[in-house]
């Protein structure tokens, strides 16, 4: 995986939980055309909305590798043996 910065991950499921949080006021032609929202960290050309339930599927799974990034970053390192 890529570098990222610290709280990436986690901005990335949080703009695309956002965006599907639209849904009620947006056809459904529109919706994958909206703006990104603006807590998006990457470029424009990373921003790839398709419904709002597989974006919310995405964003459950962002969410979930930030907790597993926060994790292991929290684990204690292995001992030798």
Known sequence: MS?????????AGAAYAAHAST???TAAEEYASRPRPQIWPWGARWWKPKDPRRDLVRAGALIAAE?????RASA???REA
């Open 3 to 11: 570098k990222t910065s610290i709280g990436d991950i986690a901005a």
């Open 23 to 25: 849904w009620p006021t």
């Open 67 to 71: 907790i597993e990034r926060l994790d």
């Open 76 to 78: 204690p390192a292995p």
